[in-house]
């Protein structure tokens, strides 16, 4: 469901082709799955019911600042961020 609301709103509200929200997302994903390894590194080390607090309040603040998008270039750094 994210997919195709996020897909919906950039594409009808920011005004990106098909193209840029399909690359943005893609670069979202591979970021995500990169990220996935030393994360679960860090929460074997540490406790991994406050891991998983502070990557919500993360993943809160990346929603929120695709609010912010307005642009393709501001797409590809909020997708970069961590999240």
């Known amino acids: 469901m994210y997919y195709t609301c996020s897909a919906l709103y950039f594409t009808t509200v920011v005004g990106l ?3 840029q929200v399909g ?3 893609s670069v979202a994903a591979v970021a995500g ?7 679960g590194m860090l929460a074997d080390r540490l406790r991994a019911g406050h891991i998983y607090i502070r990557l919500q ?4 603040l ?12 501001s797409m590809r750094s909020c997708a970069r961020s961590p999240g």
């Open 57 to 60: 309040v993360l993943r809160g």
């Open 23 to 25: 690359a943005g997302l």
């Open 62 to 73: 990346a929603f929120t600042a695709f609010c912010l998008i307005s642009s393709f270039p």
């Open 17 to 19: 082709t098909v193209g």
């Open 33 to 39: 799955l990169a990220g996935a390894l030393p994360v």
